[in-house]
Structure formats: structure tokens, C-alpha cells
């Protein structure tokens, strides 16, 4: 996916940078698109839960690891992807985040299927 309509993007940039914020954001990102169901706003909101699920999820396993040599470079891992989903928020476009982006429009897709 690549960049949207200017007029599509503007509507929905406050929601999708919303949806970055923490879980509760996504959420709440959920409920500020649900009537105007924007496609951008639906695109980031599925992003940024996919990543939110996908880090609650690991960081239990990687938990049980008591050793900064395994959960530093997880951490750093998901920082970078929230950051790069977050930029692509802000500059307007559609990217998904690297390796697991395609995966979460496609998991999550019923969010904002009649967008």
C-alpha cells in the first residue's frame, strides 16, 4: 500500500495518530473513526493494534528470560516498529510496518471492512 488521498488522509491523520499512543489509544482511535470510517484511520488503527497484540503477546514469553541480552533487542525491535508506523501516521501515507504489517491488515482486516 502506498500514499492515500489528501482529503482522506486529513480526515482520518487524527485517529490514526491516536491509535499509536498506547492500547487505549487504539481504542479509542476505534470509536473517534467509527462514524466517519476513514480507510486511512482504519489502516494505522489495525496497524498499531496488531503491533500492541503482537508485543503483549512476546514480551510474556521473553519475560521469562532474566538476561538483557535477549529482551534489550526485543524491545529495541518493537520501538522501531512502532516508531516507523507512527511516522508513516503523521507523514500521511500507508506504509506497513516492516515484516509483520501485511500480516495485521490482513488478521485484523474485519476493522473497517465497510470503510
Known sequence: MSTTNTSNTSNGKTAAFVAYLTIIGTIIAFFINFDD???????????????????????????YFDSWLISGPF????IMLWFYGFTSALSGTTKPVPLLGEHY???????????
Open 105 to 115: 491488515q490482513k488478521l485484523f482486516n474485519m476493522i473497517g471492512e465497510n470503510a
Open 75 to 78: 524491545y529495541v525491535f518493537f
Open 37 to 63: 470510517k476513514n480507510k486511512f484511520a482504519y489502516f494505522h488503527i489495525r496497524q498499531a493494534l496488531g503491533l500492541y497484540i503482537t508485543f503483549f503477546i512476546l514480551a510474556y514469553f521473553v519475560g
